[in-house]
């Protein structure tokens, strides 16, 4: 596709693509950006209204303006859902950082308590083995005494 170049009365230059695509000067810019704050959706006879009253849009289409003003539509949703997600994501980033951390401390706790358990299990059979121990002595000797003391009886 060959770019067409047009000029414009006062001497600003339209960029066109066979029609399809329209690269306004800086000061066209300024003046759509100016009526877009005053009026995000004009309709089309204030299109028209405006391609009259101001002369520097004086040689754009009203349908390449209507076109401006969806494209600008368009971009200020696109940010404000960029600033949205962006919010999402620090809150997101926040909230994974806490999780991480919490989860070093539990690993941590974990750990400890594994070893722990180990030490625990290293003196378990000792303790089990005198408690048995205990408790069998108590045993002997109480049937001792009660057969010492039935056979004496």
Not at 29 to 36: K, P
Not at 57 to 64: A, D, M, R, T, V
Not at 74 to 94: F, I, S
Not at 118 to 139: A, Y
Request: net charge positive; hydrophobic share 35%; proline share 4%.
């Amino acid at each position: 596709m060959m770019a067409v170049t047009s000029a414009c009365k006062d001497g600003s230059k339209i960029a066109m693509d066979n029609g399809k695509y329209v690269r306004y000067t800086p000061e066209q810019v300024e003046a759509l950006e100016r009526l877009y704050h005053e009026c995000p959706k004009p309709t089309s006879l204030r299109r028209q209204q405006l391609i009259r009253e101001c002369p520097i849009l004086s040689h754009i289409e009203p349908k390449q303006i209507k076109v401006w003003f969806q494209n600008r539509r368009c971009r200020e949703k696109q940010r404000k859902e960029a600033g949205r997600l962006q919010a999402v994501n620090r809150k997101l980033t926040a909230m994974y950082k806490l999780l991480m951390e919490e989860n070093d401390r539990l690993q941590k706790q974990v750990s400890h308590l594994v070893y722990e358990n180990s030490v625990f299990r290293q003196h378990t059979p000792n303790v089990i083995f005198l408690i048995f121990l205990s408790c069998s002595i108590k045993h002997i000797l109480l049937c001792s005494v009660r057969y010492f003391s039935n056979s004496l009886s």
